[in-house]
């Protein structure tokens, strides 16, 4: 895997408020013990601090609240499409914002457009696509949305979590 998809994976693990073992996150990112004191070093540069616990308990935790996003269900390829960045952006952006969107989302079969206001959470990975995990008024009840079905964005206003 890149040493983005890797770093990812590895902020996912520490974002869990459990403390990893330089070890453990070799292990379970196969890469060596080496590569995870770069990757920790790499996210410091970009602002996400990784406490390093010392003593008897070694190990690193991140104390910090941060949105990394989520593998709902691991890609079928090495890659994850998006075909519209824009629209991509847009969500990314009002997820930060804690804001509702207007979208015009596509059928299934790409036959019909339905209108919905959602209250995007988080980002996911949905097979080998991206999607958006959210709050839908029309059917008041959490939905996925694929990212390359929404047809249009518009963000709204703010909304309480």
């Not at 080496?34 to 935790?61: C, H, L, N, Q």
């Not at 989302?105 to 209250?119: C, M």
């Not at 949905?126 to 047809?151: M, P, Q, T």
Request: charged residues 30%.
């Amino acid at each position: 895997m890149s040493k983005i998809s890797n770093i990812l994976i590895m902020l996912e693990y520490l974002s869990s408020g459990r403390k990893y073992s330089v070890k453990e996150l070799s292990e379970k990112i196969e890469v060596s013990p080496r590569m995870i004191r770069f990757y920790k070093d790499e996210v410091e540069k970009a602002g996400i601090y990784i406490e390093t616990i010392k003593g008897p308990y070694v190990g690193y935790i991140l104390r910090q609240n941060i949105n990394v996003p989520k593998r709902f269900v691991t890609p079928m390829q090495n890659t994850v499409n998006v075909k519209n960045k824009e629209v991509y952006n847009l969500i990314n952006r009002a997820i930060k914002e804690k804001r509702k969107c207007f979208i015009e989302y596509f059928s299934k079969n790409g036959d019909s457009v339905s209108k919905r206001i959602i209250h995007p959470y988080d980002l996911i990975i949905l097979g080998d696509e991206w999607g958006v995990a959210s709050y839908c008024e029309f059917k008041e009840e959490i939905r996925h949305f694929y990212i390359n079905r929404i047809k249009l964005v518009k963000i709204l206003e703010k909304f309480d979590k």
